[in-house]
Structure formats: structure tokens, C-alpha cells
């Protein structure tokens, strides 16, 4: 059971794709997993296998656009905001709340790469979020790019290109690839996969990184209360080091975990990875520990 729906955030039109498990039965009311796509990705994107390995198991999941992205609305497209991306997650859950097969006391979220980051800063804001799940993820967006070599001058042109974008409207584009060639692997997935899905560029504008930078989720992950907080990192991950999800653990309050993933790389954690199989099983043991059972609620 998969249909596209359409909510509204802000002012702008998302599209997304709601699962209902098969076996729900009228009057039936299930806990609900709202997914939180990575930088450039769209509903379509490696996002899907998870939410459908958590629809079997008795979950309803919701994939969506984020604005300026895919099926969603906003001009100019692709433009990154990561504080509207926490407010589209929200009308999000706005959203799968009203919905008559949704138990609105059982909403969780599930991020991956910079999704975690906006999951874990949605939980923050939002506290009908009761469960987390965050999958390397950067959690100071600004700490992670003063690492690397040559980003004081980088953020000079990023600078520029805001001034610019914010007295004339002039756009540029930068490529995603390019941005996370320090991690080859990734990239290269990125480079092959794009021509796969029709809605999804790699593409981000320029200016926008300037929000990117100034994006800090961790500053606020104590408040996330009543939730339950999960952190997924892989031990030898290129692009977001493992002290990025440990530091966001060490500041959240209770009940939290943070999990290792031994061996694994950035890239394992989607679809065609080795380390895919353990965070679906992590992230289902922590929702059914935390919004109760398998999914299954009560009937009306």
C-alpha cells in the first residue's frame, strides 16, 4: 500500500510517498516513521529500502521532499536550507498526524548523512518526536568544513555568491560529487546513481552553503525530551568523522545509544552496503523499544 500525498509547508507544495503496512486493518492505528533525505538526495533515493524494510515490520513511513528539491515546490531549485528543511519535516508530521491510520503519540524519525542532521534538530524543536534515529551525520556543519583543507577561502566565494544571490537573485551551482570527493566512495555512488532517477540532481546552489555552514544541530540535541535518541556511526567513515555522532551522544540526555558500526564506510549504510543490514536491524530494535511493539497500536 504506497501512495504519493501532498502537504503544505510554509507556503510551499511537498510531495511525498506514504507505505502502509498490507495487514492493517480498519479503525487500526500504527506508529509512524517520517525519513529525513541527505544532502541533494530525494524520496526516491536509497531512502525508500529502509522505510520499506520498516513498513514490513509494521511501521507506516513516510519519504518526502524537502522544498526547492524533487517534486516539491520553491524557486530556485535545489537551494539547501537545512533550519526549512527542519520546518518541512515538521509540516511532515503535521501531516502523517492527521491521518486515521497514524497513532499521533507514536511519530519517529530516521535520518541519514546531513538527514541526521535535520532529524536530530527536528526532535530538538519538535517534541511529538518520540524517537530518533541518526546515521552519520554531521552534527556542527561548521566544524566538519573547517577541517578541510583550503575551506577559509572556499567560504570567502561562499560569501560572495550570498551577497550576490541576496542583492540580485543570481544563482550558481556547485555539484555534491564534488563537495564530498574527500570521500571517493560516496562520491562515486553519487556520480553513478544520479542518472537513475529523473527528479534528482546533484546539484545544490552555491550560496546556500553558507547556511550549510552555520547549521549546528548538536547545539540543541540536549533538548530533545521525551525522545528516545539513537546514534549510528561508521568506524572508518571518509566523510563525517565518528566524533561528529559521539559528541551529539555525549550531550543528549536520556535514553540514548550510540552504536559503532565495526569495518563499515560512509557508503555501507545505504541499500547496496554491508553495514544496510545492521542499521535497519538497530533502527527497528530502537523504534519498536521506544514507540512501542512492532508497530502494531490500537483499534478504534
Not at 139 to 151: N, P, T
Not at 216 to 224: F, G, L, M, S, W
Not at 238 to 260: D, F, H, N, T
Amino acid at each position: 500500500m504506497e501512495r504519493r500525498i501532498e502537504f503544505e509547508s510554509s507556503g510551499e507544495r511537498c510531495v511525498g510517498i506514504l507505505r502502509i503496512p498490507d495487514d492493517i486493518k480498519a479503525g487500526e492505528r500504527r506508529g509512524a516513521i517520517v525519513y529525513c533525505a541527505g544532502m541533494s538526495l530525494t524520496k526516491e533515493v536509497w531512502l525508500p529500502e529502509h522505510a520499506e524494510e520498516l513498513r514490513r515490520a509494521g511501521w507506516i513511513t513516510l519519504n518526502f521532499d524537502y522544498r526547492y528539491f524533487g517534486e516539491s515546490d520553491g524557486e530556485p531549485r535545489r537551494r539547501l536550507i537545512p533550519p526549512q528543511q527542519v520546518r518541512d519535516t515538521r509540516a511532515a508530521l503535521d501531516y502523517v498526524s492527521t491521518l486515521p491510520e497514524v497513532d499521533a503519540d507514536r511519530l519517529g524519525l530516521y535520518g541519514a548523512s546531513l538527514g541526521a542532521s535535520v532529524a536530530i534538530a527536528t526532535a530538538a524543536a519538535d517534541p511529538r518526536v518520540r524517537c530518533v534515529v541518526a546515521v552519520a551525520g554531521p552534527m556542527d556543519l561548521g566544524r566538519v568544513w573547517r577541517e578541510f583543507d583550503g575551506f577559509q577561502a572556499f567560504s570567502t566565494k561562499v560569501d560572495r555568491a550570498r551577497a550576490a544571490f541576496e542583492e540580485t537573485g543570481e544563482v550558481s551551482y556547485i555539484s555534491v560529487a564534488r563537495l564530498l570527493a574527500g570521500d571517493p566512495e560516496t562520491a562515486a555512488l553519487l556520480r553513478e546513481e544520479e542518472p537513475l532517477y529523473e527528479r534528482w540532481s546533484l546539484e545544490i546552489t552555491f550560496e546556500s552553503l553558507w547556511d550549510l555552514f552555520r547549521f549546528c544541530p548538536e547545539a540543541t540535541v540536549e533538548e530533545i525530551a521525551p525522545g528516545a535518541a539513537l546514534f549510528i556511526a561508521p568506524e572508518h567513515d571518509e566523510l563525517i568523522a565518528s566524533v561528529e555522532m559521539k559528541c551529539a551522544y555525549e550531550r543528549a540526555q536520556e535514553p540514548k545509544r550510540l552504536e559503532i558500526l565495526s569495518g563499515a564506510r560512509h557508503v555501507d549504510i545505504y541499500r547496496r552496503g554491508s553495514a544496510f543490514g545492521p542499521v535497519v536491524k538497530l533502527s527497528r530494535e530502537w523504534f519498536e523499544a521506544h514507540l512501542g511493539g512492532s508497530g502494531v497500536g490500537e483499534t478504534d
